[in-house]
């Protein structure tokens, strides 16, 4: 079974500041990996994915992601953050084979300084 | 843009009453899930569900709770006697194939 950790729970920044959060995946083959977005009060929104190929891939809000198998790694990151950035952040892993039921992190809640 | 909707947005309950959270999955979409997050936690699974059928249940998907696709656009999750410990906003999630799910805005379920 696959298990994702994201080990910061709360991450504080300044607006303007480059941000990275982290995730780390424990899976027997390639994974399916996911970031998403949670803003207070609404369901859950996808920044990116990564499927296979490119192991840099692009999402929305200009969030980027980088897979590392051999950190088994899939780290999220913004060059400036903005205010409207402050959400909860999860990350999830899916398995690529069998049933597709990903498993999600227990999230980091993202809080922007002005 | 489709989007998967559910209904109601926040339900209150007494403890003990059974409370019936609805979906509107994508049209053209084959799986279907429920998750819960109770408040300050993640996003746990509890049921998978394709094809008229349950496909995976977790743990917490115990005989407390069914899901049901009544029609060919809705999606249910029914919990019976509900307790303190349901309160939580619950998701629900579509996809058409192999690819990432779409989640509904959540209903949050408060029990009394």
Not at chain 1, 22 to 35: E, K, Q, V
Not at chain 2, 70 to 87: C, M, V
Request: glycine letters at 8%.
């Amino acid at each position: 079974a696959q298990s994702v950790t994201q080990p910061d729970i709360h991450i504080t920044v300044s607006e303007g500041a480059s941000l990275e959060l982290r995730c780390n995946y424990s899976y027997g083959a390639t994974p399916y990996l996911f970031w998403y977005v949670q803003s207070p009060g609404q369901g859950l929104q996808l920044l990116l994915k990564y499927f296979s190929g490119d192991t840099l891939v692009q999402g929305i809000k200009g969030f980027e992601a980088e897979f590392k198998r051999s950190q088994s790694s899939f780290n999220l990151r913004k060059p400036s953050v903005h205010w409207s950035d402050a959400a909860e952040y999860f990350c999830a892993v899916g398995a690529s084979g069998g049933s597709y039921i990903p498993t999600f992190g227990r999230g980091t809640s993202l809080i922007v300084h002005p | 843009e489709p989007e998967v909707t559910q209904t109601p947005s926040h339900q209150v309950t007494q403890m003990g009453q059974e409370v019936i959270l609805r979906c509107v999955p994508i049209s053209n979409h084959l799986y279907f899930y429920w998750y819960r997050q109770i408040l300050g936690q993640k996003v746990e699974f509890l049921v998978s569900f394709y094809n008229n059928e349950i496909s995976e249940k977790s743990e917490i998907f115990d005989d407390q709770f069914s899901v049901e696709r009544p029609d060919g656009s809705n999606f249910t999750l029914k919990i019976r006697s509900t307790k303190l410990e349901d309160s939580a906003m619950y998701f629900c999630a579509s996809i058409q194939a192999y690819n990432e799910q779409f989640f509904g805005p959540g209903t949050r379920l408060t029990v009394l």
